[in-house]
């Protein structure tokens, strides 16, 4: 055993020594910026929740907006079928009324509870997040009638990488592959947003919408509350336009004055799960 | 800055909380990954971490020290329970063959076999010394704390952390010399043997593992 030295030059020529002895070891890396923000945010809220428990509750709080990536795929396939009971409640022609709407919102409220509750595996960067669907939208012409078009089957397939990529997914649609490219490369993020991505934006309501302004750039002739709307939808249809569901969520969970109702006549239904997991390689 | 936050964060304080965590999820994570050899494995650490940390916060000693030692001792704990049955994930990655050509798909992935390649090579070496060994050179060796700070961090007094260095330090001198010896009595491998080689070298992390000390 070595004499009982304290001082740093000795402690400085053991390691040294240690690290020449070792073969090296992988360069560090930074945290990927998605599961950073995750992490980051979970505990906030840790924190945040500890804090609530030690204070009076508000009655009157405002219920935290589930985490939306949270939400999307326990809740996809319920949230899709909610609305496609919605859907059939409505009558034949896909004409809508205050009804339905409320339905929508009651079931939404409930499919919220189920996904706080249930346990989603994430989806990591080396899956792809697959969405099968069916969808059948009618078209509002201008004498107020309109015909449901037959139902079309969907499935995409979408990679999950936080870098910026070429080439975004797969998808099969009128019979056919065809692979989804983004000209000039799209990393994750507004306009490609992935699960990780997604379980990283804020969980208060007011802190999300803040965020999602920043985030969207509103299209030529288009309010950036237009814009932030559809963003919305788009989250949560994920695959193609879903501007239903959007406004559902809104009307269920996230206020926003600044943005009017559309009047989209569109619905979807999942034929199976919505965003699980699929797994290209690996454990 | 240091000498506010520690007692900030003892107060839990929402903000220092998020400065601690702007400052040292890095390291946490990278140290973390050199415990388990696994980068989503260590992303796990490293943010139940911090939620730890929070929950901790009032045992944590007052001073003006550094907060890493004490992180990086949680995370150390982590680590260790994230361990058990990791041996055998390792031992997958580094059987685990060359990703398929699916163009942007498979990029990240070569990188991260070339990482599980390396990290194999140390596990032949590192996996040979104890547990308490193994914490305390990679607190002091990879992630740059002095004596006293892994001292801090494990728990432990300082003469332990120096009599468990200089035996981790004569057991690899050995295993060097061993190393030495047998690279001049055997021919060269073949290279199609490459991936078995790294499989069993990943052996002696997983047995360890099971050693209980």
Redesign the interface.
């Known amino acids: 055993?070595?004499p009982?030295r304290?001082d740093?030059a000795y402690?400085d020529t053991?390691?040294e020594?240690?690290?020449r002895?070792?073969?090296?070891?992988?360069a560090?890396?930074?945290?990927?910026s998605a599961?950073?923000l995750?992490?980051?945010d979970?505990?906030?809220q840790?924190?945040?929740d500890?804090?609530d428990q030690k204070t009076t509750p508000d009655p009157k709080a405002r219920p935290r907006l589930l985490r939306p990536a949270l939400l999307m795929p326990a809740a996809g396939l319920a949230l899709a079928g909610a609305l496609a009971v919605t859907f059939t409640g409505g009558g034949t022609s896909g004409d809508t009324t205050a009804q339905p709407h409320e339905t929508a919102t009651v079931l939404l409220e409930r499919i919220a509870g189920t996904a706080a509750k249930s346990d989603v595996t994430p989806v990591?960067?080396?899956q792809?997040v697959y969405v099968k669907s069916v969808t059948a939208g009618a078209e509002l012409k201008e004498d107020g009638s309109s015909t449901l078009e037959p139902p079309q089957k969907r499935e995409v397939w979408m990679?999950q990488?936080v870098?910026r990529?070429?080439?975004t997914g797969e998808m099969y649609a009128g019979g056919g592959y065809t692979s989804t490219h983004e000209l000039g490369g799209s990393p994750a993020g507004v306009y490609r947003p992935t699960y990780q991505w997604l379980a990283s934006l804020p969980t208060d309501p007011d802190a999300l919408l803040k965020e999602l302004y920043r985030m969207t750039e509103p299209e030529k002739g288009q309010e950036k509350a237009q814009a932030v709307f559809d963003q919305i939808g788009s989250f949560l249809g994920r695959d193609g336009d879903a501007s239903g569901d959007a406004a559902a969520l809104l009307q269920g969970g996230c206020e926003d004055p600044g943005v009017t109702r559309r009047t989209t006549r569109g619905t979807r239904r999942a034929a199976t799960g919505s965003a699980s997991p699929a797994s290209?390689?690996?454990? | 800055m240091t000498e506010g936050l520690r007692e900030r964060i003892r107060a839990?304080d929402?903000e220092a909380?998020?400065q601690l965590?702007?400052e040292h999820?890095?390291a946490v994570?990278?140290h973390a990954?050199?415990l388990t050899g696994d980068?989503?494995a260590a992303?796990e650490v490293?943010?139940d971490t911090?939620?730890d940390a929070?929950r901790g916060r009032e045992q944590l000693e007052p001073g003006d020290g550094s907060l890493k030692p004490w992180l990086l001792g949680v995370a150390t704990n982590k680590a260790r329970n994230a361990n058990r049955g990791l041996g055998r994930?390792l031992a997958?990655l580094a059987r685990r063959p060359a990703?398929?050509p699916?163009?942007?798909?498979a990029e990240?992935?070569a990188g991260r076999i070339?990482?599980a390649r390396?990290?194999a090579?140390?596990q032949?070496?590192?996996g040979r010394l104890r547990r308490g060994e193994q914490e305390v050179?990679a607190l002091?060796?990879?992630s740059g704390l002095?004596?006293a700070q892994a001292a801090e961090a494990m728990g432990i007094p300082?003469?332990t952390v120096?009599?468990r260095?200089?035996r981790?330090?004569a057991r690899?001198?050995k295993?060097?010399e061993q190393r030495l010896a047998e690279e001049k009595k055997e021919p060269p491998r073949h290279r199609g043997e490459v991936q078995h080689e790294a499989a069993i070298a990943a052996l002696p992390f997983q047995e360890f593992q099971e050693d209980p000390r």
């Open positions: 055993m070595r009982d304290e740093a402690e053991t390691r020594e240690l690290a002895l070792l073969p090296p070891v992988p560090e890396r930074d945290v990927p599961p950073y995750h992490h980051k979970r505990l906030m840790l924190i945040d500890t804090a990591r960067q080396d792809l990679s990488r870098k990529i070429n080439k290209t390689r690996g454990p | 839990g929402r909380f998020a965590y702007e999820a890095r994570y990278n990954f050199r980068w989503s992303e490293m943010g911090f939620l929070w994930r997958f990703p398929a699916v163009a942007d798909f990240e992935s070339d990482d390396q990290l090579a140390v032949a070496v590192y050179l002091c060796v990879w002095d004596y300082v003469g120096r009599s260095l200089s981790a330090r690899l001198r295993l060097a």
